[in-house]
């Protein structure tokens, strides 16, 4: 079985700054796009970040300049580095990643249960 993991949320002010990873578990083959996305309640999913198997990255318009993603190869693990965080950053983040499960030549697209990121004075 394939799972993924974030860790790294909590309750931050504005300004302030936090780093969220996670991590991919199970019998993997490979992995290619690896992606953060954030849902606030009465708004759409919405993506924030993603990085290809290349590293090449995009961002939502509204956190370039400020957030940063990266990706470990060697411990399947994707980051995200918030910095200059605002109160509209405020919403569960969620990790997906498309992995090819060892038993397996398709990939498949996993989604992790997600971590809160409250930005508040």
């Known amino acids: 079985q394939v799972q993924l993991e974030e860790s790294g949320g909590g309750l931050v002010q504005p300004g302030g700054s936090l780093r969220l990873s996670c991590g991919a578990s199970g019998s993997i083959l490979r992995i290619n796009r690896m992606g953060w996305y954030r849902q606030a309640p009465g708004k759409q999913r919405e993506l924030v970040a993603a990085v290809s198997s290349s590293a090449s990255t995009n961002y939502a318009d509204s956190v370039k300049g400020r957030f940063t993603i990266s990706r470990d190869n060697a411990k399947n693990t994707v980051y995200l580095e918030m910095n200059s965080l605002k109160p509209e950053d405020t919403a569960v983040y969620l990790c997906?990643?498309?992995?090819?499960?060892?038993?397996?030549?398709?990939?498949?697209?996993?989604w992790g249960q997600g971590t809160q990121v409250t930005v508040s004075s």
């Open positions: 997906n990643a498309d992995i090819v499960p060892l038993s397996l030549r398709v990939a498949y697209t996993y």
